[in-house]
């Protein structure tokens, strides 16, 4: 088992800043990649950003250049710093993490808001 809980969700002005971290719980050694996704209203949940146990990086186009993904494996957290935030990427952004194919399921954090007004 394993429990994801994000923070850092807010209300922020076009161009500017959120930092979002996801705290994990648990089976947390058995994580091989964990990261953000997002949902807007009416659209599906995409992939923003994971990151894998070695470090290695795989963003969505529409964030790369603005956005940052980080991971402390001791700390077992890991954030997504939003820079030059827009309208657009307003949306529920969700915690997730990848288990191995012997793991019974991937889990999901419950969400956070991150409200970008223009």
């Known amino acids: 088992q394993v429990q994801l809980v994000e923070s850092g969700g807010g209300l922020v002005q076009a161009g500017g800043s959120l930092r979002l971290s996801c705290a ?3 089976s947390t050694f ?3 990649v964990i990261g953000w996704y997002r949902q ?3 659209k599906q949940r995409e992939l ?3 990151i894998s146990s070695g470090g290695s990086t795989n963003y969505a186009d529409s964030v790369k250049g603005r956005f940052t993904i980080s991971r402390d494996n ?6 997504l710093q939003m820079n030059s ?3 657009e ?3 529920v952004y969700y915690c997730y993490a990848k288990m191995p194919a012997w793991a019974p399921r991937d889990y999901w954090g419950q969400g956070t808001q991150v409200t970008v007004s223009s």
């Open 48 to 50: 923003i950003a994971v």
């Open 40 to 42: 807007a209203p009416g």
């Open 74 to 79: 001791a700390k077992n957290t890991v954030d």
């Open 24 to 26: 994990a719980s648990g």
């Open 85 to 87: 935030l827009k309208p």
């Open 30 to 32: 058995s994580i091989s």
């Open 89 to 91: 990427d307003t949306a």
